[in-house]
């Protein structure tokens, strides 16, 4: 008789149909309708059916099937002791741009592995590559109607796609999204750019290419390659100028608006990071369908300014006091200063110094706010009269936890710097409450709680872009 393979029940929803059940934490899933789940994809198909019989093992041993009448999309409220209820699947691939393999030896083990799990992209909206995924995961996905789906594709040049990620099948897994789009499965699609290799007329081509998927890719995003100091033995990659980064804004925008024409859909964005370095405004609300791509860095900062400006328009103004401190990386420092700047002419009595950290621990081009590490940070405000309330963005903690990426903690930036840190939250609004003081705005520490929020850089130490 085959083993049943069980999933181990981390925790219960309180007031959900588990609970009901009596189903608790530290009991075993087995079966649902008969059928073992083999992962997250099986068990969110499996439930969504008004009645469903659950076989549950008890952690005294003792099995229950339980019946279950419920709404056809009601969830039964269990957290499973693994997310995927499987191992996670590493990435295949050695990619020229890599993040992970740019990263300084002695840190913490999980900052090194590198994910290519076409699962966490449907969960997390992680990107994935196509190259680790099997036909039977394409099935799967059809079947089940899973969606959205994110691809880093980089290229649709079958031959140097396989080159920059060192996969001789990586042209190949192309092939993947003919079957995904014939499927109208939802897609949106990365190019991570390099200079010299997929820039230019290869960039063109791509864009050309992945149009063809239209309207079921509703967005592709274009990220310049993030490069570290440790990059010896590496690919010879280089930064972009501020004239080459305008360059690769005006090909994108040449293609906005006849997509949008078209489909309803501008399709092609540049992240924040092109506009900063070209020193241009970013676009206008309405061109970032609906911040499709928020969390790849396309539109953070137009949306946290729009909602900043907003915010601000419904303050009456006053005399209170207070002396605040912000530190943000390099990259979003000149947005940060000018929204302080805003404040403080409507609070006259309330001084915000705003402060860019350099990161030196993983090199002065890396300028984003979620690589910044409680070292640097305490190195170079250590001298500074930060007043009443260091601000900083919640992207510099590890997710879930009060930890930079060097395994300092949040408390030990406090104590070194004898002042209180408060963490802001995502929002212009969080933002200008956490400027003027306003009550216990801005100091919930929430995973993922930021407001220079660039690019999402999970715990596993990888970038959307893997």
């Known amino acids: 008789m085959k083993k049943k393979k069980g999933h181990l029940i981390k925790s219960v929803k309180e007031g959900s149909i588990a609970e009901e059940m009596d189903i608790e934490a530290g009991d075993m899933l087995l079966e649902i309708n008969g059928e073992q789940m083999e992962d997250v994809f099986d068990y969110h198909y499996a439930i969504n059916d008004e009645y469903i019989e659950i076989l549950i093992k008890k952690s005294d041993g003792e099995e229950w099937i339980l019946e279950i009448d419920k709404e056809a999309d009601e969830d039964l409220g269990i957290e499973f002791e693994q997310g995927l209820m499987d191992d996670y699947r590493a990435c295949s691939n050695k990619c020229i741009f890599c993040f992970i393999d740019q990263m300084p030896k002695g840190m913490r083990e999980t900052l090194y592995f590198k994910d290519d799990d076409s699962r966490l992209s449907f969960l997390q909206g992680n990107y994935i590559t196509l190259t680790n995924m099997s036909n039977k995961d394409i099935d799967r996905i059809i079947k089940y109607h899973l969606c959205p789906i994110n691809i880093s594709v980089h290229t649709t040049n ?3 796609r396989c080159r920059m990620l060192n996969n001789r099948f990586a042209g190949e897994a192309l092939k993947k999204l003919d079957r995904l789009a014939g499927a109208s499965i939802e897609l949106n699609g990365q190019i991570v750019l390099c200079k010299g290799v997929n820039d230019g007329e290869e ?49 994108i925008e040449g293609y906005q608006q006849d997509f949008y024409d078209r489909y309803g859909l501008h399709f092609i964005h540049a992240s924040d990071e092109w506009y900063i370095n070209a020193g241009r405004d970013f676009p206008e609300e309405e061109r970032y369908d609906g911040y499709i791509q928020l969390e790849n860095g396309v539109g953070m900062m137009r949306l946290l300014k729009d909602e900043f400006y907003e915010a601000l328009a419904e303050e009456a103004g006053d005399s209170r006091k207070a002396h605040i401190s ?80 060097d395994d300092m903690g949040l408390k030990d930036v406090e ?50 872009d893997e």
Not at 214 to 237: D, F, I, N, Q
Not at 430 to 451: C, V, Y
Request: no cysteine.
């Open 203 to 251: 960039l063109r081509n791509t864009i050309e290419d992945l149009s063809r998927y239209l309207p079921h890719m509703r967005s592709v995003s274009v990220v310049p390659a993030g490069l570290t100091k440790y990059r010896e033995g590496l690919y010879p990659l280089e930064l972009f100028s501020g004239e080459e980064a305008g360059e690769v804004i005006d090909m």
């Open 326 to 405: 912000l530190a943000t990386g390099y990259l979003a420092y000149d947005l940060i200063k000018e929204l302080a700047d805003v404040t403080v002419k409507k609070f006259p009595n309330i001084q915000i110094d705003v402060y860019r950290i350099r990161n030196d621990f993983f090199g002065e081009t890396i300028t984003v706010s979620g690589l910044l590490t409680g070292q640097d940070i305490i190195s170079q405000l250590k001298d500074k009269n930060l007043g009443d309330v260091l601000l900083l963005p919640g992207n510099v903690l590890r997710s879930g936890e009060a930890l930079f990426l």
């Open 415 to 464: 104590n070194a710097l004898q002042v209180h840190v408060n963490i802001v939250k995502s929002s212009g609004k969080d933002l200008l409450k956490g400027f003027i003081n306003e009550g216990e705005a801005g100091k919930e520490r929430e995973e993922n709680g930021n407001f220079v929020y660039i690019r999402n850089y999970p715990d596993n130490g990888g970038r959307k």
């Open 158 to 160: 079958p031959e140097l």
